[in-house]
């Protein structure tokens, strides 16, 4: 089951998926096939139409969130790095978010890695975190590492950091340890998600 499947079955489970929901979200879909610059209009609209309800089959998952993924998974392939620079552009939050969580799923390649910059380097917990899943592959190593620090510093769970485990390095343990000496001489610790992450790194630092 593809990512796109696994959102719209999501979608039609929900008890506030009713018909008018259905139909318009059917409708948005066919318009964008064959006219893809009205995604933005759609995309926009998608929140009040939808609603913003969790969905139960497709955890992390709002229903805006769902129907805007599939919005520009309908795009044409050569026209989807265009369209979603410009949806987060000039977005809100919530459409931010959806754009970023659906990255994973879209034909972009590293086109879109100026979001995940432009996501990390604001002080909105939820855009960063949406910016380190899967897509977070494209981004190098340092500013991975400064993703996952920022984490730390926003109390941001490191559970939602995808790879983390694959990607965590002996560098990454250095920021730990001098951000973890800075707040203990401010009185203050690190959450302890990352006590455990830099434990397991110099750990294994010790024993190689």
Known sequence: MTESERLRAALAAEPGHDVRAREWLADALARIV??????????????????????ADAPDWTADEAARALLLAAL??????????????????????????????????AAAVPLLHDAIRSNDARLVTAALGPYAGH?????????????????????????LTERADAELATMLAALAEERAAAGRSIPDDAVALLTTLTGEKKDA
């Open 139 to 163: 981004l190098d190593q340092a500013m991975w590492r400064q993703a996952v620090l920022k984490c730390v510093f926003m109390d941001v769970s490191l559970a939602t950091v995808d790879g």
């Open 76 to 109: 044409p392939p050569d026209r989807v790095a265009d369209e979603v620079a410009a949806l987060y552009r000039y977005g809100d939050a919530n459409e931010k978010r959806a754009v970023l969580k659906a990255l994973p799923a879209l034909p972009v390649g």
């Open 34 to 55: 064959e006219r893809p610059e009205t995604v933005g209009r759609s995309f926009a609209a998608a929140g009040r139409t939808v609603g913003r309800a969790p969905l």
